[in-house]
């Protein structure tokens, strides 16, 4: 019998590849447009353990140290290709303290 092919991640604080289970998903919701196509609202940022939000996402470790250098190295904001505010680091790490 074949065994299941196990999906791998790459964690953007470390850089190692690790089983897609064993990571956390930092998503940002599609951005909400207008009728002439202006964006009208941003799409949110939040932690998805689960792994079935919609949108754009990034992996990191489920660890506050893999988080803090995917922060300090601003992967974030290349991986979502925007400004991200301090408040909505502030919110994740909370809930991936509260996951630990």
Do not use: H, W
């Not at 930092?26 to 689960?50: C, F, Q, T």
């Not at 922060?71 to 502030?90: H, L, N, T, Y």
Request: glycine share 10%; aromatic share 4%; hydrophobic share 30%.
């Amino acid at each position: 019998m074949k065994q299941k092919k196990i999906p791998a991640r790459k964690c953007v604080g470390c850089g190692e590849m690790k089983p897609k289970r064993e990571l956390a998903r930092v998503v940002k919701a599609p951005d909400i447009k207008g009728e002439n196509g202006e964006i009208i609202e941003k799409g949110e940022i939040s932690l998805d353990l689960v792994g079935k939000k919609p949108g754009r996402g990034a992996y990191v470790c489920k660890n506050t140290e893999c988080l803090e250098k995917a922060i300090k190295a601003k992967r974030f904001e290349r991986a979502f290709q925007g400004q991200i505010p301090e408040s909505v680091f502030d919110g994740i790490k909370e809930e991936l303290k509260n996951f630990e």
